[in-house]
């Protein structure tokens, strides 16, 4: 393929990713309430409007609250998980890494289903903790893949040298092996975190209407009335993902968090 033709392939497939959030985020700043394109005057009052009317703040609220907590949790799920099949090397470490991934490979109304007869066979439908643990185990795929990939970064000579100089395992861990998968871990974090954000289907079937988070919210605005307020959250939600995805990228190594092996790994 020739260089011209590069470009204007590169150029259009730029131009389709990016024209739906042209549409957007011209949408967001009419004056009236409408959902033109182009927009009708210029104005900032529906980004206001997201941030000071408690229809709007209150799943706001909710979804960080959740994308926080959920995230935390899947977190801390997928570091022991991650460390136990690195460091024992179990004939069964692929069957666990696979059921850990398994909530995110499979179709999430299946996932979604199962969460919803759980809940409410227990009697906590509805509740906001258990939306948090049901994110919490349908996005801990992405700290675990992003983790596990960290510790097999690791190369163990490492380790045995730091277990020759006296240190236990808990040292070891503390000073060596930590430090080491700790960007892995961030990465993993934010990946959940950005997902659960903006996941409608899971926490629509666990917690309904009752915990109201911003998708769930915006599903309700499109059933009821239609204003430049959606197209704002939407912005928000872009311009979010890409400052996290940027800090990522710019202060991690994005090509091996993805899976990319050096060179010399080849």
Known sequence: MSKTLRNIFLGLVLFLLSGPLVVVSGVSLNAKKRLFFPPEGISLRWYVELLTENSWLIPVKNSLTIAFTSSLLALSIAL????????????YARALFALGISPFILPPVITALGF??????????GQIFATMISHAIFFVTLPL???SLGFESIDYEIVEAAETMGANSSTVFRTVIFPMIRPYMISGYAFAFVLSLNEYIVAYM??????????IKIFNSLRYGYTPVMASVTVVFVLVAAL????IGRFGDLPKLLGALNPEEK
């Open 206 to 215: 666990v917690a309904g209407f009752t915990v109201e988070t911003l998708p």
């Open 80 to 91: 022991p998980l991650a460390y136990f099949l690195w460091h024992y090397r179990v004939f």
């Open 116 to 125: 919803l007869s759980f809940w409410v066979t227990i009697g906590f439908y």
């Open 145 to 147: 893949v992003t983790i």
């Open 244 to 247: 996290i995805f940027g800090l």
